[in-house]
């Protein structure tokens, strides 16, 4: 099968534009119009989301991740300016990339997941803390100056 067909590209064509210079991304599905080729490479350093998180899904099927991160309608309407063509594949080749890209996605949510539980334990240990030396210097020693190497204790 060529790269690019009257229809559309080909997923050889599409997994050829991974990188930062010459990024494509494959999102859409049967809701919302079928998969369609997207050139973001001139976008990857003002997306919002860092260049990173679209490079990770560079050249591949990106829908997932896509709607798994809630983007705006205003993020929608600007996807549009990016876009290359239709994805020219057989429904057994959507239906394996939608497969593939479910297990990535899950890897790296995984990852947001547990960086998300670390902020939202660290906020909780300073916050506990910060509690513990106001507790501590109004009981113990009233006026004194209090050690606080984060900053978050205020009177």
């Known amino acids: 099968m060529g790269e690019e067909t009257s229809s559309g590209l080909t997923l050889e064509a599409v997994k050829k534009h991974d990188n930062e210079k010459d990024c494509y991304l494959i999102i859409g599905n049967a809701t919302n119009g079928g ?3 997207y050139d973001v490479t001139n976008y990857l350093d003002d997306h919002p989301g860092g260049a990173e998180v679209m490079l990770e899904v560079a050249g591949k099927y990106a829908d997932d991740m896509f709607e798994d991160i809630g983007h705006s309608n ?44 670390i902020a939202a334990i660290a906020v909780a240990v300073g916050t506990s803390f910060s509690s513990f030396l106001q507790r501590g210097r109004a009981l113990v020693f009233p006026g004194a100056p209090v050690f606080d190497p984060v900053g978050l204790v205020t009177f």
């Open 35 to 37: 998969p369609m080729v």
């Open 74 to 117: 205003e993020a929608r309407k600007q996807l549009k300016q990016f876009l290359v063509g239709k994805l020219d594949a057989t429904e057994e080749e959507i239906a394996e990339l939608g497969a593939k890209s479910t297990t990535i996605a899950g890897a790296g949510s995984g990852g947001a997941l547990l960086a998300l539980l």
